[in-house]
């Protein structure tokens, strides 16, 4: 029984986590497509593939434009149609009470578009600022220099706290958002420190270059033979006869030893022979 109600529990989990995610989740392209009157802004979202980061989102908030007031866009300038249509779609929801009261208490407050994340935005252009003037909601580019000439005209439809549709009178107006960020360029190499380089690489300087040839002469001709060094040195006089020279042996022979000393090394050898023999005798008598 336990494990049943276990089983029961965990199946009932389930569906209700099944349930609150299928109630959160939306599709823009299918909310509008009840709604003729935004047929172009539609199509435009899916050409630019807003539609599927807008539905990949958990809040949104989109400023849909009707058709009738759509002028001046066009599907040919691929880069400032999703540019300008991202403009309209803002990363937090919000329905016209919570704007008209974000509005009043600060005055004016700068909400945060899907273009801000795309990285291309400069200048606050991927800001919307909405004010509250006479009691109408108006938005406009945060960049310098847009006017506020976009306007709350109803709710479309809303899943609260999730996506809100909102129609505005009028596309919110962005200075230079046609313009396409151009890449920056690495800089190039100084012509100077290259052409240095190149005329170092040339060839080896010829003052510290030398044949190898010249520095063998000199060589040879500075160091003497130590045979020539010594044959030039001139004897002292009166030693002419005595000079020795390491070239050629001494012509004078080595002295033969003499009868006494060959008789002292004789006398010497016959007294270690009889200590000798005394050693081995006295030995011997005591073993």
């Not at 935004?38 to 958990?58: G, H, V, W």
């Not at 190499?189 to 240095?196: L, V, Y």
């Not at 050629?248 to 090394?265: E, F, G, H, L, Q």
Request: glycine share 4%; aromatic share 6%; with cysteine.
């Amino acid at each position: 029984m336990e494990a049943n109600k276990t089983k029961a529990s965990m199946f009932f989990f389930v569906l209700s986590m099944l349930s609150i995610s299928s109630c959160s989740a939306f599709n823009i392209t299918k909310l509008l497509n009840k709604e003729s009157d935004f047929s172009t802004f539609n199509k435009y979202l899916s050409e630019t593939k807003l539609a599927d980061q807008i539905n990949k989102r958990s809040t949104i908030t989109v400023l849909a434009v009707a058709n009738d007031a759509m002028g001046g866009l066009s599907s040919d300038d691929s880069f400032t149609l999703k540019s300008v249509m991202s403009v309209h779609v803002i990363l937090d929801y919000y329905d016209k009470e919570k704007l008209a009261k974000l509005a009043k208490n600060n005055r004016s407050a700068m909400l945060t578009s899907l273009f801000q994340s795309s990285g291309v935005a400069q200048n606050q252009q991927g800001y919307v600022r909405v004010e509250v003037v006479d009691g109408e909601i108006f938005f406009g580019s945060a960049s310098k220099g847009a006017q506020m000439n976009s306007k709350i005209v109803k709710s479309v439809t809303a899943q609260p706290y999730n996506i809100s549709v909102l129609e505005v009178s009028s596309i919110i107006g962005v200075p230079n958002i046609n313009a396409s960020p151009t890449p920056e360029k690495a800089p190039s190499p100084k012509k100077g420190k290259s052409a240095s380089l190149e005329d170092e690489a040339e060839s080896p300087s010829e003052d510290t270059a030398e044949s190898p040839a010249d520095d063998t002469s000199d060589s040879d001709s500075e160091a003497p033979s130590p045979s020539k060094a010594r044959d030039s040195t001139p004897p002292k006089p009166g030693y002419e006869d005595d000079l020795v020279t390491a070239d050629s042996p001494s012509s004078t022979p080595a002295p033969a030893p003499s009868k006494n000393d060959a008789r002292a090394t004789a006398a010497e050898v016959g007294v270690g022979v009889v200590a000798m023999g005394l050693v081995i005798s006295v030995l011997v008598a005591l073993f």
